[in-house]
């Protein structure tokens, strides 16, 4: 199994940045298709981004240009970059993992077996 624990939220004004970090305990974060995923008050849980094994991303349309996601296996960590945050960027934000390709399981949480606890971020305007 595989153990994430997120960390990096806080409380920005709009056009700040955050940094968000995922960091798992187990198996090598490459042999996973790894995700963040993001959930605000009274809304479904929603894919942000993706990254399989060989490196490749996936964006939502409403954070291309923003946002980036990375991975390091030496550090078994998984980051988010956010830049340009708005206000409905606010959320619960998580890191989740799963051993099916990205291909199969990316657009919906439940194809994720191992979830993080959620970090908050909150955009002032």
């Known amino acids: 199994q595989e153990h994430l624990v997120e960390s990096g939220g806080g409380s920005v004004q709009a056009g700040g940045f955050l940094r968000l970090s995922c960091t798992a305990s187990?198996?090598?974060?490459?042999?996973?298709?790894m995700a963040w995923f993001r959930q605000a008050p009274g809304k479904e849980r929603e894919e942000v981004a993706t990254i399989d094994r060989n490196g490749r991303t996936n964006y939502a349309d409403f954070v291309k240009g923003r946002f980036t996601i990375s991975q390091d296996k030496d550090k078994n960590t998984l980051t988010l970059r956010m830049k340009s945050l708005k206000p409905e960027d606010t959320a619960l934000y998580y890191c989740?993992?799963?051993?099916?390709?990205?291909?199969?399981?990316?657009?919906?949480?439940?194809?994720?077996?191992?979830w993080g606890q959620g970090t908050q971020v909150n955009v002032s305007g």
């Open positions: 989740a993992a799963d051993l099916a390709l990205c291909s199969v399981v990316k657009g919906s949480p439940l194809g994720f077996e191992f």
């Open positions: 187990g198996d090598a974060i490459n042999s996973y298709c």
